[in-house]
């Protein structure tokens, strides 16, 4: 019997045609939906009923759309993030969720770094006067004798240590789950820290982990990276805190609202600098990540027939 499925992540509808005879062989056809940032509940609960499955990018799949899915058997999220996605009730309908853990360690690494490093260095503010025809001599900021605070001690997090361990700083980590390594407590990293990385998950004890309570016993000279979820952070209390320099700077790839309205009072900072929830976005990976999707997609159905 043909199945059908749905696709709506653009980087792999971009590449689609290396994967239609895959389809093709496997009797599965396919519809696009093309969005911005992510297919939302009012985009999908109309017409979810109609697909044995999804490739996806950050869909809302929760409760209301997974209900409509009547025929629905397997959900193949292109990349890490599940949080999108309705887990427990997937489970309850027997709907089977896929995605690539990992497949963005190194990249999302790099660019925590390289926001950090924008910071340090003054790059963005040096380069904004260059063009203005200033010729400054900003002062930087050295890494060496800083403490570097990492909370969520995944892939990523190890891969940002792992990356800074060459330069001469102090690492206090923070991790939900036990380590091998020494740990300590979230208060502690926000006391001492002079850069702190985010990189949890979004569950229920991460959400508005960093409020203006969190912000308030932090060094002023703290540096905030964020390269997980928006929701983490309280961008007003963040914003506060930035204005009146309870921190001194913050690097943000990630909103609890994408794409970030351009009339965000956080943009208006100028110590804030932010990207587009881009981090992931390497030229060496997205190819690597389009054929794994496609693969726990292929394999669910066949999986499912046994």
Excluded at 124 to 153: A, E, M, P, Q
Aim: aromatic share 8%; hydrophobic share 40%.
């Amino acid at each position: 019997m043909k199945k059908k499925i749905l696709v709506t992540w653009r980087l792999l509808i971009d590449d689609f045609d290396k994967y239609k005879h895959l389809f093709e062989k496997n009797n599965i056809s396919y519809d696009f939906l093309h969005v911005k940032q992510y297919a939302a509940v009012k985009d999908l609960i109309k017409i979810i009923s109609k697909y044995d499955g999804i490739i996806c990018g950050d869909d809302q799949l929760d409760k209301k759309v997974l209900s409509k899915a009547n025929k629905l058997k397997i959900i193949s999220k292109w990349g890490t993030g599940l949080d999108s996605i309705d887990l427990e009730y997937a489970k309850q309908k027997n709907i089977k969720v896929f995605n690539s853990p990992g497949a963005f360690t190194d990249s999302v690494a790099d660019h925590a770094l390289a926001l950090m490093f924008s910071i340090t260095r003054n790059i963005h503010h040096n380069y904004s006067d260059i063009l203005k025809g200033v010729w400054s001599k900003r002062i930087c900021t050295n890494l060496t004798g800083k403490t570097v605070g990492i909370i969520g001690f995944g892939k990523i997090g190890r891969m940002i240590k792992k990356r800074l361990s060459g330069y001469k700083v102090k690492f206090l980590i923070n991790d939900l789950k036990k380590q091998k390594i020494k740990t300590t407590s979230k208060n502690n990293i926000f006391k001492n820290s002079d850069i702190l990385f985010l990189s949890v998950d979004l569950n229920n004890k991460s959400k508005h982990m960093i409020t203006k309570k969190e912000l308030k016993v932090m060094k002023k000279n703290l540096i905030l990276i964020n390269v997980c979820r928006g929701q983490v952070v309280d961008i007003d209390d963040l914003y506060i805190a930035l204005k009146n320099r309870l921190i001194t700077a913050a690097g943000l790839d990630v909103f609890a609202k994408e794409p970030v309205n351009k009339n965000n009072k956080i943009l208006k900072l100028n110590n804030c600098i932010v990207t587009s929830h881009n981090a992931f976005n390497s030229e060496s990976v997205i190819s690597l990540i389009n054929k794994t999707t496609v693969s726990n997609l292929l394999n669910g159905f066949k999986n499912i027939k046994k």
